[in-house]
């Protein structure tokens, strides 16, 4: 309620926030956080409802410096699904700028499974884990074998799983294999894999959480030596280098069904000497912007191109386009230094001079070739730390490290060192400083492994590792335990 100045009979009029006009309101809390948005629906029942339109948060979510760009999808979620992720975000970089970060709750679990660890990632959401392990005892041919679970995280919440037995065996997860969210919202994940021939073949995975199952919809196979992949979103790539020093993309979008691809494009791109198949090349998709464009990365150049919408669907074209960059940015020295990271949509992040360097294209900007650099630097330095990094989505850094107690022994921590904050908090040279020592709840464990973070629901994965009979590896055995780590 507002009550106003009195008027000619010295009396107060109350006015409800009805009396405003609805655009009046959409006006205001353009201006306001995520939290004050929150905050004023909270008032009372008219601001209630003008808070929860859908529009409101869909503006904030375009506003969010990394949410709208590394998860495209939410823009077609409901109003309280957009709400509930940008209030997760709020507190998170609230709570990276505290002096310590204490989590809210932590479940372990076992993790029991017959074979050999070939990797585990959340999906997006933080709700669903998916595991790919090799077991000769479940398939002779030593095939890999996914398994699709939703751990139980307490009273109420039952665990489930379905496992696939895969046709072949696939070579462990890396951070551009996702998984990752389809433009229909779908979970998908790329396998790849050598195959006896010297090809290479790669595997579309659909991963869905309301039946729950998994199927394998799509392999294709190449015989070039791929230098590099990436997939995002409905787009996969991969390049290669010719004989004759030529750097060419296959640039291919899946259909809605995933067992094919609606568009299927062999390009050329234009690179200086030097990336002719002598340095190590990395591709990221960049689909947030005005055009779908792909970002070549080197320690020598970073440089941008937009994907053609015109180029005939022929992968034996005689003469592909070429494309030349519309963006591109090369070192002030010699290199960029060791890259250590690429997150999807936001930071190039490279280790220099003893420096963790942050480099962010600017790639919908108006002036040609803009960018941001933000250096950051570790205190105390620990060249071990800067080493073995731990970095995941939305710029966010997990370091593994170890502290030796009084009693001798050597008890495993998580230190925190991020330079997640808003942007217009982002100094030069802002030192990264450990945060908070997080223990798990497996002592006994002999080996930890921070494995995987979602920023969706911010959530850690630590995978504790104990093994028995170390000194005889035909007698060894290994027991697994995942420890879930929930900081909001």
């Not at 004023?40 to 409802?49: A, I, K, S």
């Not at 990394?66 to 699904?81: G, N």
Request: net charge positive.
């Amino acid at each position: 309620m507002f009550v106003v100045p009195a008027g000619q009979h010295g009396q107060h009029s109350v006015h409800s926030p009805s009396k405003f006009v609805v655009d009046v309101w959409l006006v205001i809390m353009r201006y306001l956080s995520v939290l004050d948005i929150v905050r004023l629906g909270n008032t009372c029942r008219t601001l209630h409802e003008f808070a929860s339109l859908r529009h409101v948060w869909r503006d904030v979510l375009f506003q969010h410096r990394f949410l709208d760009q590394c998860y495209p999808h939410l823009r077609s979620c409901t109003a309280e699904d957009i709400r509930h992720q940008l209030k997760t975000a709020a507190r998170l970089d609230h709570l990276w700028t505290q002096s310590s970060i204490v989590p809210k709750r932590l479940y372990t679990f076992p993790l029991d499974f017959p074979g050999v660890f070939q990797g585990l990632k959340f999906l997006p959401g933080g709700t669903w884990l998916v595991l790919l392990f090799h077991c000769r005892n479940l398939n002779p041919s030593r095939h890999s074998n996914l398994c699709l679970m939703k751990p139980s995280t307490g009273a109420g919440f039952p665990a489930v799983s379905t496992t696939l037995q895969s046709e072949m065996c696939w070579l462990p997860f890396l951070d551009q294999d996702g998984p990752y969210k389809s433009s229909r919202g779908d979970n998908l994940i790329l396998l790849r894999t050598k195959c006896n021939d010297g090809s290479n073949a790669f595997g579309i995975v659909h991963l869905n959480t309301k039946i729950p199952s998994i199927t394998i919809p799509l392999i294709f196979r190449t015989n070039v030596f791929v230098r590099n992949y990436a997939a995002s979103g409905d787009y996969i790539i991969y390049g290669w280098i010719t004989a004759d020093r030529r750097h060419f993309l296959r640039i291919m979008q899946l259909n809605d069904n995933y067992d094919g691809f609606r568009k299927d494009m062999t390009v050329e791109i234009d690179c200086p000497k030097g990336h002719d198949g002598k340095l190590r090349i990395r591709y990221d998709l960049r689909l947030s912007g005005r055009v779908p464009c792909i970002l070549l990365v080197s320690t020598r150049l970073m440089a941008a191109y937009y994907i053609p919408s015109n180029v005939p669907n022929s992968v034996n074209a005689n003469l592909p386009p070429l494309l030349t960059p519309f963006w591109q940015l090369r070192p002030a020295a010699v290199t960029f230094g060791r890259f250590v990271k690429l997150f999807h949509e936001g930071a190039i992040v490279s280790l220099y001079e003893g420096q963790i360097r942050f480099i962010r294209p600017h790639l919908d900007a108006s002036e040609p070739n803009t960018y941001a650099i933000e250096k950051y630097n570790l205190d105390p330095p620990r060249s071990q730390n800067s080493q073995w990094p731990c970095l995941f989505s939305a710029q966010r850094i997990f370091w593994r490290s170890s502290l030796h107690n009084q009693k001798g022994t050597s008890p495993w921590r998580m230190t925190i060192e991020t330079s997640a904050v808003p942007e217009n908090v982002h100094r030069e040279g802002r030192v990264l400083v450990d945060l908070q020592e997080t223990q798990t709840s497996a002592p006994s464990a002999s080996t930890r492994i921070v494995q995987d973070w979602d920023e969706l629901s911010g959530r850690l994965c630590i995978r504790s590792i104990q093994s028995r009979f170390t000194q005889d590896p035909r007698c060894r055995k290994t027991t697994w335990r995942v420890t879930l780590v929930d900081f909001v």
